[in-house]
């Protein structure tokens, strides 16, 4: 069984930036951070394939994202810039042992691990 812990969220202001890191307790293939705002549904915000490097960025953080990993920490890391009100949410990283092909890297379904979440929230 793997564990995933995240660190970094926090409040932040529009405009502002921030790091967030998923750190995996043993090897996984597949990295990916989703969000939930309260009545809404949870979406895929980046995702990274650890051995290659291989990502997808989300369409809501396109241009303002970074994602990316250190395959020998086990670890990922998400930057978003120019955060906006509508980033709000729980952020939770998501990972599993087993090749996903790309069309399923930012979809829920399927992820076997999932971490606790970290709040993120943006204030004007």
């Known amino acids: 069984q793997v564990q995933l812990l995240e660190l970094g969220g926090g409040s932040v202001q529009v405009g502002e930036s921030l790091r967030l890191s998923c750190v995996a307790s043993g090897d996984i293939y597949e990295m990916t951070w989703f969000r939930q705002a309260p009545g809404k549904e949870r979406e895929g915000v980046a995702g990274?394939?650890?051995?290659?490097?291989?990502?997808m960025i989300g369409d809501s953080v396109e241009g303002r994202a970074t994602i990316s990993r250190d395959k020998y920490k086990n670890t990922m890391y998400l930057q978003i810039n120019d955060l906006k009100l509508e980033d709000t949410a729980m952020y939770y990283c998501?990972?599993?042992?087993?090749?996903?092909?790309?069309?399923?890297?930012?979809?829920?379904?399927?992820?076997?691990?999932w971490g606790q979440g970290t709040q993120v929230t943006v204030s004007s």
């Open positions: 998501a990972a599993d042992s087993s090749s996903f092909p790309p069309t399923r890297l930012l979809a829920a379904a399927g992820y076997r691990y």
């Open positions: 990274i394939y650890m051995r290659s490097g291989n990502n």
